[in-house]
């Protein structure tokens, strides 16, 4: 699965909108986001490894990578 459609999924199961999470993100890092930018960024697949980060820990949860086993 995709950061995009990962991301997508953790917007709907956690109630928000694009515009609400967009909102957290600029009251979290000062950095302006709006709707669209975001919008464009989550469609591009452009988030960089911090902003997606940042919004894993707004909503509770970690990113966590590991080895696979053999």
Do not use: C, P
Not at 40 to 67: P, R, V
């Amino acid at each position: 699965m995709s950061s995009k459609e990962e991301l997508r999924i953790l917007i709907m199961r956690e109630a928000l909108t694009v515009k609400k999470l967009a909102a957290m993100l600029e009251e979290k890092t000062g950095k302006h986001y709006t709707q669209r930018s975001l919008q464009n960024k989550i469609s591009l697949s452009s988030l960089n490894y911090d902003e997606m980060e940042t919004i894993a820990e707004l909503l509770g949860y970690e990113i966590k990578i590991q080895k696979r086993g053999k």
